[in-house]
């Protein structure tokens, strides 16, 4: 049977009498909004952007190739991803309202009007895609710095925002040979894997259109049959009607979770009383030998690099700034712990998620939630790399325990949604922590989310477009009304492990005043992020191997 968030002809009931023109009816489709999509589109229509994504690249063309990338050509990609993939033109839509008091949001929809013609694509394609290439003569011909500064432009409290959820940047120069990509995603129908699979599929149509002189020819309006659907009719156990029980495993634990006291360690605020201005970045990558190492030790210890790097995180928080007191248990958690339904759990399977045919561009994320309790008993120890094994055993352990239920997910997750949404917004003000802890994404393997090499369909079967440096990044300006500071997400590339450091600059500070505070011996977030990371090296000594 279909679930109540399949999609539906026509707009949706408080916007069905609004005066639009009968064609334009019947080319609106609407869908209602599924478990973290909801949270998130309220998040966007408080803070437009606020939760946005970025991932950016390095494109080269190979050296049989004598094509010149231009913006023509991606706009071209994007409008062939457009009709293969329509949902990347989505949008999203309230019913009217003047206070808290009357928002509806269960009834927010995800919105799609299939395109009239050419023309209209063209309009969206001006809306979704830039050449901003005079970011790189500014950044005197270095690509990493015109897309770090294009990054840092895009994350700003200042910058324009639209309705759009996929916009695509591109950095260009044809006499110096570079080029980049940039995509902004928005965190409603993407998710942190499905910006890095939109991203592959945004490059197999570049790959396509490159050799081609001219498009091919689009019936549209036929492409709203290709709309992503929503988890529950994606879903390989099927959909049911019948209620979540109260006492459903993971539902308690999150209950569980929020009446736990707020944290009380992490990093000091330097700026509490500033207003947002930008996002900050700070990436720090490992080579191939360490990542594997790090797999290889996690697995002789009994647990995941997720788990590893969680505990990771606390321990080199807590090492670094340790609270001068405290009332009860130090703990930590991350809730919601997102989990990818899509290697396991979708219609499919494994085989599915090897096949860029059958992804479809829509959120497919269940969760849980991961607490680290009792962190005062590692205060007077001297082992923090034992420590780390320890704590992430006990997190693992959690984890397992909560994989089981990720197959009916779609059942379950609303009710997780609605209950995390409730506490949320009932948490009083002075209960929020003056020093923040770091969060970490649940993002892992990148490979088969994103190939390194795409062949074109020129007559030379030499010619590819290789990409390299997959840096992706978070947007937010303002600093959380929660325990957060900032947001590490991990993910391993081409056998590369990538920490990417997201956080409100205004607030925590830029990152070179962070390095200068951090050579006086503060505790702040540069100084953490060094610690974690040499924290990493150690643990993933293969001669850390148990015997």
């Known amino acids: 049977m279909s679930s109540p968030w399949s999609w539906q002809q026509g707009p949706p009931p408080f916007l069905a009498s609004a005066p639009l023109p009968e064609d334009v009816k019947s080319r609106t489709w609407n869908r ?18 606020f939760s946005d994504m970025l991932l950016c ?12 990338l231009t913006i023509d ?6 409008r062939a991803l457009r009709w293969s993939h329509p949902g990347i033109a989505t949008t999203i839509a309230f ?48 690509l990493d710095g015109a897309l770090d500064a294009l990054k840092k432009d895009i994350g700003a409290i200042t910058a324009p925002r639209n309705k759009w959820m996929l916009k695509v940047h591109f950095i260009g120069d044809s006499e110096l040979g570079k080029y980049g990509i940039l995509i902004q995603t928005g965190h409603t129908i993407f998710d942190g894997i499905g910006t890095f699979e939109v991203l592959d599929l945004w490059l197999h149509e570049l790959a396509q259109v490159l050799p081609q002189k001219k498009d091919s020819g689009c019936q549209w309006g036929e492409e709203a049959v ?61 080579p191939a030998p360490l990542a594997e190492n790090l797999r290889l030790t996690a697995r002789a210890h009994g647990c995941g690099v997720f788990s590893v790097i969680v505990a990771a995180n606390y321990l080199s928080l807590l090492s670094l700034n340790p609270p001068a007191s405290y009332t009860g248990e130090l703990h930590a958690r991350i809730l919601p712990n997102a989990s990818d339904l899509r290697a396991k759990y979708l219609t499919g399977g494994p085989d599915a998620k090897k096949d ?24 007077a120890s001297d082992d923090l790399v034992n420590d780390v094994w320890t704590l992430a055993r006990e997190l693992q352990e959690q984890v397992n325990a909560q994989a089981p239920y990720q197959a009916t997910a779609a059942q379950w997750v609303p009710d997780a949604i609605a209950m995390m949404m409730a506490s ?45 440096r997959p840096v992706f990044t978070g947007i937010g300006p303002g600093l959380p009304p929660n325990e957060l500071g900032a947001v590490v997400h991990p993910y391993t590339w081409n056998g590369e492990l990538f920490l990417s450091f997201s956080f409100p600059a205004a607030y925590m500070g830029s990152a070179e005043e962070q390095k200068k505070l951090a050579e006086k011996g503060e505790p702040v977030l540069y100084a953490y992020i060094e610690r974690f990371g040499e924290l990493l090296r150690r643990l993933a000594n293969p001669q850390g191997l148990p015997n």
């Open 32 to 49: 209602a909004l599924w478990g973290g999509e909801l949270a998130f589109a309220i998040g966007t229509l408080v803070n437009p952007g």
């Open 57 to 68: 690249c390095h494109l080269s063309l190979s050296s049989v190739s004598s094509t010149k």
């Open 73 to 78: 050509h991606v706009r071209r990609a994007t």
């Open 95 to 142: 019913p009217s309202f003047t206070s808290m008091a009357d928002f509806k949001p269960d009834q927010g929809r995800l919105l799609y009007q299939a395109a009239s013609g050419e023309e209209e694509v063209g309009d969206w394609l001006n809306e979704g895609v830039f050449d901003d290439s005079a970011y790189l003569k500014s950044a005197g011909g270095d």
């Open 226 to 286: 290709r709309l992503a659907k929503a988890v529950p009719d994606r879903s390989a156990a099927p959909w049911s009607a019948e209620p979540t029980p109260p006492e459903h495993p993971i539902l308690k634990e999150i209950g569980e979770s929020l009446k736990m006291a707020p944290v009380q360690f992490g990093l000091p605020v330097l700026h509490p009383d500033a207003s947002p201005t930008y996002t900050g970045t700070i990436l720090k990558t490992f």
């Open 356 to 379: 860029r045919r059958t992804w479809q561009v829509s959120s497919a994320l269940g969760g849980g939630v991961v607490s680290s309790r009792h962190l005062e008993r590692f205060l």
């Open 424 to 468: 949320f917004f009932a948490a009083p003000a002075e209960l929020v922590p003056k020093n923040k802890v770091v969060n970490v994404s649940s993002m892992g393997l990148m490979d088969d989310s994103l190939s390194p090499t795409y062949p074109t369909t020129s007559p030379s079967s030499e010619a590819v477009i290789s990409i390299s």
